[in-house]
């Protein structure tokens, strides 16, 4: 959420940050702004709306060696071009900000008492005042005399006329990385916005300070202690962003999940069998003691983790509990012994999943795996195992390859632990592999759907309530179904057990309500007939996403979208896809905004 993005340079700056704040816009915000210190003083430029907003009141030729910008996402205050960052204090010192000061109101009112007067509702512009409160010669000083009297998380990035030669930045429960150039040097929130600029990145570890000027920097860690990180080469290109050929990011990440699971299976699979030590060295002792696995995750990654369970108990007969990271973190767990700690998130900065990662305590956890989609993100760092899914930049809020990758990555886990704890012989191992290194083909079947759903979407421009219905592993999926919907169209839609019909939802059903039903064709199939005929008892008019052998009777009020489905393990995984591209058509139908719906951010990284 929110992106930050800084710059030193011999040249002006204002372009560079502004390429910035383009590329980080996936991040979601509602506003924008930009300071840059020209002949030693702060010029400051803001706009409500997108960064296209911003760059139409932003001088052509602005001039400017030093300067800091932002997207926000507004937490404190509504969204306006006053709460916009950056803040100012006494036309001297600039501040951009993400997260969350929690202790801001006691400090606003000290300052305040001190004479300094406030021109927004935020949390950042107290950041602002307290650093003024404590400069004298040494800007680093005085932030770091600020900064440990503020409670929260949060990234921030400073400069300052009285010293316009110097950037200082930091990170406490938000993510900040360094680019390093040539005789420049930059901050953002995300290597991706600096990639125009610089291939060499440093991450910034939990605590760290940088203060960075045009031919240096230095790192110190939170006790104000200078360390040498390891400079990172990013292997991505600069033009990783562009949509293509695609209209939106979102089609585009969808019609690209079949290369992205080709990516996740690459060197971790053989015909028939899961490779050894894809889970990280430690993973064979890890892997030996496990009895009890608890899954934590956020959003689309939970739906994820809810799949794998019915995966892990049918296959392993291992007990599996999967809960949502912000309830997980505020509640006492009974931890059965020797339990994994599985962490699912595509940024890996999730506030919620980080902050349950960093809470165990228990020494009943035999250990942590994370499975993530960015590798030097913290999520990554801090866990004992770790599973890349190398979904490649995903740049829609609305998650597809990401979750698509997560789900693969999970059976990878079940396959695994299945060898190592001789819970599975090599013939079901065998199968599972064989249908894992099917699913590219299996999925570019499924995107040649692509006509056929977006008529059916039609039908739902003018609804505003949809119900979803799935059973057994297909449930999780009919919720992610539905949360893509809400996500991206704006409909309310929920999803449902099948069976749970009868217990409420089934008093909403009527023609206005469409009911869409995903359909396997396994062992509850006949169970699920029985659902949908309750359906239409009511009224209610039926999409059913059915897999082949279904052999579903669609009468002529019944929308039938038959999927070449034929697997078993990775059905679920296959059910997705129509579900994906449902979705988008009934939003680009609907006209919203596709990529950066309203109100959401890609990455939360605040509570």
């Not at 803040?87 to 606003?108: K, L, P």
């Not at 404590?134 to 006329?161: C, N, P």
């Not at 939802?505 to 206005?512: G, H, N, R, T």
């Amino acid at each position: 959420m929110c992106g930050i993005v800084g710059a030193l340079a011999q040249r002006d700056v204002s372009s560079i940050l502004l390429e910035g704040l383009y590329r980080l816009e996936y991040r979601g915000y509602d506003s924008a702004g930009i300071a840059l210190i020209d002949d030693r003083k702060l010029e400051r430029f803001r706009a409500l709306g997108k960064v296209g907003e911003l760059e139409a009141r932003l001088p052509a030729e602005q001039p400017g060696h030093i300067g800091i910008a932002h997207t926000r996402w507004a937490t404190h205050g509504e969204p306006s071009e006053n709460n916009a960052h950056p803040h100012f204090s006494n036309q001297r010192i600039a501040v951009v900000h993400n997260g969350i000061i929690e202790n801001y109101q006691g400090i606003r009112e000290r300052l305040l008492e001190a004479g300094y007067e406030f021109s927004s509702e935020t949390d950042t512009e107290v950041v602002a005042h307290l650093i003024d409160s404590y400069l004298q010669d040494d800007l680093f000083a005085a932030v770091k005399k600020a900064v440990d009297e503020l409670e929260g998380a949060f990234a921030l990035g400073i400069i300052a006329t009285d010293d316009p030669q110097t950037l200082v930045a930091c990170r406490r429960g938000n993510p900040l990385v360094v680019g390093i150039g040539i005789k420049e040097n930059f901050i953002a929130s995300d290597a991706s916005a600096l990639l125009p600029v610089t291939n060499r990145f440093v991450y910034l570890e939990e605590g760290d300070y940088v203060v960075l000027n045009k031919n240096d920097y230095q790192v110190y860690d939170a006790a104000g202690k200078r360390r040498q990180p390891e400079v990172k080469v990013s292997e991505l290109s600069s033009d990783f962003a562009n949509k293509g050929e695609y209209r939106h990011y979102m089609l585009k990440e969808i019609h690209e999940q079949g290369q992205a699971v080709a990516e996740c299976l690459e060197g971790r699979v053989s015909d028939k069998a899961v490779l050894d030590a894809i889970f990280g060295y430690e993973a064979d002792a890890i892997f030996e003691r496990v009895k009890n696995i608890q899954i934590i995750a956020c959003g689309t990654s939970y739906h994820a983790g809810l799949v794998a369970r019915y995966w892990i108990e049918a296959l392993l007969g291992l007990p599996c509990q999967v809960e949502v990271a912000s309830e997980f973190r505020y509640r006492k767990s009974v931890v059965p012994q020797d339990t994994l700690f599985v962490t699912l998130s595509q940024s890996g900065e999730t506030a919620d999943t980080l902050s349950a990662l960093r809470s165990l305590t228990s020494e009943n956890y035999c250990g942590s795996l994370s499975i993530c989609n960015a590798p030097e993100s913290s999520l990554v760092r801090e866990s004992n195992l770790v599973l890349m899914t190398r979904a490649g930049p995903e740049i829609g809020v609305a998650s597809t390859k990401a979750f698509s990758t997560q789900l693969v990555a999970l059976l990878l886990l079940v396959a695994a632990l299945g060898k190592k704890q001789q819970r599975l012989d090599e013939s079901t191992i065998a199968a599972i592999v064989g249908e894992l290194n099917s699913l590219p083909g299996h999925i570019e079947k499924l995107l040649a759907l692509d006509a056929q759903i977006e008529t059916i979407a039609e039908d739902f421009v003018d609804k505003e309530h949809a119900l979803f219905l799935g059973r057994g592993e297909h449930y999780p999926i009919a919720m992610e179904g539905a949360l893509k919907l809400k996500e991206i169209s704006y409909i309310h839609a929920e999803a449902y057990p099948a069976g749970e019909l009868k217990h409420g939802p089934l008093a909403l059903v009527d023609a206005e309500m469409p009911v869409i039903v995903v359909a396997p064709n396994d062992d509850l199939l006949e169970k699920l007939h029985s659902n949908m005929q309750e359906v239409k008892a009511r009224g209610g008019k039926l999409y059913v996403f059915a897999h082949r052998g279904a052999h579903l009777d669609p009468t002529a009020d019944d929308v039938v979208v038959e999927m070449d489905c034929d697997t078993n393990w990775i059905t679920p995984i296959l059910s997705t896809i129509p579900l994906q591209i449902f979705s988008y058509h009934v939003a680009v139908l609907r006209g919203t905004d596709v990529d950066q719906p309203r109100n959401l951010a890609k990455s939360v990284t605040v509570e």
